[in-house]
């Protein structure tokens, strides 16, 4: 027994005692020295409880601490009785049981390995050993209180291994054995048995190859092998099992699978031993069964004089081949289906020729669900096709083994049909709305206003199109065509002519006639038969002018208006846009009247209405001694310079803000009298003042004198021959103022004749002549 402590400071020595807790065995006593920390403890009594103290001492004998434990000793040693090896990796040992051992150690030993394997009795088992190998064998017996010294030790040598077995089968009546050599053997053992049977069959040999013949073919043999040594001892043995190729099955039938999916079902019987079953074709398709006696081979292809045949299988590889049977399948689809259309409405279907085929059935469908049909040996099948639809076309091609499942559809959609309906309306002068009705099968219109090489195209989706920026009276081919995706357009739409509107004429001039009427001067940018309206619009009315020339007559326009005159052209495609318009101000209107007033005997106030659309006046009077004029914006001039007893004609030119004129003439004038120079008074007889004086101008119809004294006033009137007029004084007097005025013949006398005042001699004088005072002019009031 082993007892370890901690070292205790003082301690001189240590003393352990060991004490047996249930017999009467001495005590059993050891001493280490003080520097120590573990001891052990001999003789103890194996597989026996001790109760162990421990005492601390120091050098003078004194016990410093203890401390006591209770302990097991190992058990006894057991012996080995007999050690042998069954398999080429272990030893089986026998030994004798130990009482108070609760499990075992088993020691197997080399120059060069060790092992120890914990066993719960005899006999033990040591693994993991090397073949043909000398050990040393020993076993220990184990306790709570530990292990025991090995047991005497026993030699034993390890058998060879068994030979490692392949197996195959290369026919379904044999089974073929190979292995490669086992070190150290000299001899090996075959033992063949088949399953479910008692009989056997033993070799011995020292091949390494090994062939069974006249088996049973699909049954399973299992084959023991084992190895000997020199010593005659045998080996590990192993167990191969081995089931030999199955028989060739009888196949029954071939047949081709119906619906939609091309392909072949394959019958045969089952044979013994198969773990399933493969069918294969001539062209290297196959299929395999495992539960059933057929399967399908799928897909397959088409049109095909093939043959098929069927394998058994298992473990052991395949059968031979049962004897092929030859099937035929469907006839494949034509590689190429299209339709020819060599003339309109008249549609061919062909296709390409296919192989193993007795007929073809070929079927056209139109999207509006009519369907014909054709059962023909030829290639093609002619059938009507209206324009505008999409027709669905298939064949299907027949032999003994039926039709394809399936077949490809193609489509062709015939061009679409020319539109109906198709009219033309002028929206504007220079753009036409086209419409038609619907076309079946028309994805998109383009419609074409063609003129020589000028070209507008419009392309739309709707059965409508307008057609802009075309020229003005033109007559354009318009053709509507329509189109599809797949088939693309129509070009065999018939055309028709439509025509724009009539060119916007422009006004070139306006020139004035007479007083109120006006031409209008235009050009003609249109065909002959254009029919040209020119308007003119004033403020407060319009009048119309229609020509087929380049020029239009206006002959009542009224005096200072505005208008404004435009002009459009119309033809049987309607009318024009109106050119560019142009004001006419018609020249100002004459005053009603011109009154002519005169002031003095060389001026004149002439006065008058305002004339409409006047804005100034040149006023004139004209005669053969000169002429007077003058230029206002007012309704009245005073015009100087006139020559009395003279007859004037009266003009007026009104003038308007733009400078336009009109003239006016009215009923002449006469200017007054001339008043007569050379007036001079006479005293006469009998109180008698004569009045003198010189007429000037044509004949006078008569004078008017004046004559005025102090609180006195005298008139006489003389005839237009006179050249005096005598006047009865009632009082002399000295001084007179005179004056002579001639009478018009309109009977007006003239008021602007200048007074003159004269110094009168009384009677009795010898003077008689008066003496001028002073000349005095005369208001003009």
């Not at 004089?305 to 059968?319: D, K, M």
């Not at 003239?663 to 007889?685: D, E």
């Not at 006047?727 to 018009?744: F, H, K, N, S």
């Not at 009795?764 to 002073?774: P, V």
Request: aromatic share 8%.
């Amino acid at each position: 027994m082993t007892v370890q402590w901690s070292g205790l400071s003082g301690a001189g020595s240590y003393r352990i005692t060991a004490t047996p807790k249930y017999s009467s065995v001495n005590p059993v006593f050891a001493q280490f020295a003080g520097n120590t920390v573990m001891g052990s403890l001999n003789s103890l009594s194996p597989n026996t409880v001790y109760t162990v103290q421990l005492e601390a001492i120091d050098n003078a004998f004194n016990v410093l601490s203890s401390a006591k434990t209770e302990e097991t000793t190992a058990p006894d040693i057991p012996s080995i009785t007999q050690a042998y090896s069954k398999q080429s990796d272990s030893i089986t040992v026998e030994f004798t049981a130990v009482s108070g051992a609760t499990s075992y150690i088993l020691r197997a030993e080399t120059d060069d390995f060790f092992s120890e394997t914990p066993v719960s009795g005899s006999p033990g088992t040591v693994l993991d050993l090397q073949p043909y190998t000398d050990y040393q064998l020993s076993v220990m017996s184990v306790n709570a209180g530990g292990r025991s010294q090995p047991s005497e030790v026993v030699g034993a040598k390890t058998v060879v291994p068994g030979p490692r077995i392949n197996t195959t089968s290369p026919s379904n009546d044999s089974i073929l054995v190979t292995w490669l050599p086992v070190e150290n053997a000299v001899l090996y053992t075959l033992c063949i048995i088949m399953e479910g049977s008692s009989t056997r069959h033993k070799l011995n040999t020292t091949d390494t190859a090994v062939t069974f013949g006249d088996l049973q073919a699909g049954a399973t043999y299992c084959i023991k092998g084992a190895a000997w040594d020199a010593e005659g001892r045998t080996g590990d043995d192993l167990t191969v099992c081995q089931i030999t190729r199955p028989s060739s099955p009888n196949l029954i039938d071939v047949q081709v699978t119906p619906g939609r999916s091309l392909g072949i079902v394959v019958y045969w019987v089952s044979v013994q031993g198969a773990e399933n079953y493969v069918a294969s074709t001539s062209g290297g398709q196959n299929c395999t069964s495992v539960d059933n006696a057929y399967c399908y081979i799928m897909p397959v292809e088409c049109g095909n004089n093939r043959t098929v045949s069927v394998t058994a299988v298992n473990a052991a590889g395949p059968s031979s081949p049962s004897q092929p049977a030859p099937y035929i399948t469907y006839p494949c689809l034509p590689g190429n289906i299209w339709v020819e259309e060599p003339t309109p409405g008249n549609c061919s279907l062909r296709w390409d020729d296919v192989q193993l085929v007795e007929y073809y059935m070929a079927f056209i469908k139109r999207d509006d669900g009519t369907e014909r049909s054709c059962n023909t040996t030829r290639t093609t099948c002619d059938f009507f096709c209206a324009c505008g639809y999409t027709y669905l076309v298939t064949v299907f091609p027949y032999n003994q083994a039926g039709s394809s499942p399936y077949a490809n559809v193609q489509n062709y959609t015939t061009i679409p049909c020319c539109p109906q309906g198709v009219a033309t309306q002028l929206v504007s002068t220079d753009t036409l709305e086209v419409t038609w009705l619907p076309v079946k099968g028309a994805e998109l219109y383009e419609t074409r206003a063609a003129r020589g090489a000028e070209v507008v195209r419009c392309s739309d989706t709707s059965p409508a199109c307008v057609l802009s920026d075309l020229r003005c009276d033109a007559v354009y081919s318009v053709t509507v065509t329509p189109c599809s995706e797949l088939r693309g357009c129509n070009l065999t739409c018939p055309s028709g002519a439509s025509e724009t509107a009539p060119c916007a004429p422009e006004i070139l001039n306006m020139t004035q006639t007479n007083s109120s009427a006006y031409r209008v001067f235009i050009t003609r940018p249109n065909a002959a038969n254009a029919t040209y309206t020119v308007t003119a619009v004033g403020r407060y009315d319009a009048q119309i002018c229609q020509t087929v020339s380049s020029w239009c007559d206006f002959a009542q326009l009224p005096c200072g208006s505005s208008y404004e005159v435009t002009t459009v052209a119309t033809t049987a495609a309607g009318r024009s846009l109106p050119g560019y318009s142009q004001t006419l101000e018609t020249g100002p209107c004459c005053p009603a009247s011109v009154n002519v007033t005169q002031v003095t005997q060389a001026m004149t106030n002439v006065t008058w209405a305002p004339g409409s659309g006047a804005r100034s006046y040149v006023t004139s009077l004209l005669s053969s001694r000169g002429y007077a004029k003058c230029h206002t914006l007012d309704t009245h001039c005073l015009m100087g310079c006139i020559t009395c007893s003279t007859n004037y004609s009266v003009a007026l030119e009104a003038i308007s803000s733009t400078g336009h004129k009109s003239q006016c003439n009215y009923q002449g004038f006469s200017s007054s009298p001339c008043c007569p120079t050379g007036i001079k008074l006479y005293r006469g007889a009998n109180n008698t003042v004569r009045v003198y004086w010189r007429p000037l101008g044509p004949q006078i119809s008569s004078y008017v004198v004046d004559l005025y004294g102090s609180g006195v006033n005298y008139t006489c009137t003389a005839t237009g021959g006179m050249k005096y007029c005598d006047i009865q004084e009632d009082t002399a007097r000295d001084v007179y103022t005179a004056v002579v005025a001639p009478v018009g013949q309109n009977g007006v006398k003239v008021t602007f004749c200048l007074p003159r005042t004269f110094s009168v001699p009384y009677p009795g004088t010898n003077a008689n002549s008066a003496i001028l005072i002073s000349r005095r002019r005369r208001s003009v009031d």
